[in-house]
């Protein structure tokens, strides 16, 4: 859908495929700190996913005649929630040339206009925050936890099998679970069942570096924050063994049954639309797909 706007030559729409260069170009030139490759590897990850219908497979674009002067990602997903399936956008990325940035709000209003529709923006940088708070975004989550789950129940607690997402688990489980744990494997995040007697519970981590130097994993899915208590154990140790001793997870204060370090103010995380997300749950955002 294209959105005339009401000054002469300025238009708004949907970012296609064949946009993909020079909105990598723009992006590169908005954030320095990420160069036109990571743009490139970004939408091409968008371009191997289809978005819900009705939903932009990219974002949305700004241009002045031929030149594009804008654009926002927008990660689209149907996840599932409390009353079953909902769509939920990740507004992960948005720059307009500093000559138009009078023009921005016409950007942000085009990609924030489904009502039925949840967006997050888990990585507003400081400056912003006022700014989406303006917007009617709410903050959701306040910080995060540091913890060192291979601590927990080192002598003894309940049996349980860590399992690759490859691997079936005997335990009844989600079929819906076992695509979200392929799907984020092949993303690159490690995607593991805690097979119990009863069933099997998935788990989602992205490995990460702190400032470059410190291995950490970082809580991408989980079903519940205690299931990750009830297991931290068994998932610690398997993360352990692959160089990942920190689990970092989305908290609004101390976790109790976990040892570790609850962190206020880092890494805030907000929301606008109908579904207020749960902790734990950062499926098919930036975080996962592109590894911000």
């Known amino acids: ?24 170009n723009l992006l590169a030139r908005g954030f320095p700190n990420r160069n036109r490759r990571f743009w490139r590897d970004a939408l091409a990850q968008l371009t191997r996913r289809e978005p819900p219908p009705d939903l932009p497979k990219y974002g949305y674009l700004l241009a002045s005649g ?31 040339e500093p000559e138009f940035r009078a023009y921005a709000p016409f ?23 006022p700014i989406i708070e303006a917007q009617g975004f709410a903050r959701y989550c306040d910080g995060v936890f540091v913890a060192v789950p291979m601590l927990n129940g080192l002598f003894g607690g309940e049996r349980v099998k ?41 788990f989602v ?6 400032k470059g130097i410190l291995p950490i994993a970082q809580m991408i899915y989980c079903r519940d924050i205690a299931d990750f208590v009830r297991f931290a154990g068994p998932l610690g140790r ?13 908290a609004n204060g101390l ?34 797909m592109l590894g911000v």
């Open 66 to 96: 031929d030149r594009l002067i804008g654009a926002i990602l927008l990660i689209c997903a149907s996840v599932p929630s409390r009353e079953g399936e909902t769509n939920r956008c990740n507004v992960s990325s948005w720059y307009v």
């Open 205 to 210: 981590f992205r490995p990460r570096l702190v």
């Open 162 to 202: 860590v399992l690759p997402a490859e691997q079936t688990p005997a335990a009844p489980f989600n079929d819906g679970d076992r695509d979200m744990l392929s799907a984020h494997a092949a993303l690159g995040c490690v995607s593991v069942w805690c097979e119990t007697a009863e069933r099997a519970f998935p």
């Open 107 to 129: 950007l942000v209003a085009q990609a924030l206009r489904h009502k039925d529709v949840t967006y997050l923006n888990v990585s507003p940088a400081p400056h912003t925050r």
């Open 238 to 250: 398997y993360l352990t063994l692959r160089g990942l001793p920190l689990t970092v997870l989305d």
């Open 1 to 24: 859908m294209r959105v005339v706007i009401s000054v002469p030559g300025l238009r708004c729409r949907q970012i296609r495929e064949a946009d993909v260069d020079a909105v990598a």
């Open 255 to 288: 976790i109790p049954g976990l040892v570790g370090l609850y962190r206020p103010g880092s890494m805030p995380k907000y929301f606008k639309g109908p579904q207020r997300p749960r902790l734990g749950d950062l499926a098919y955002t930036e975080y996962a």
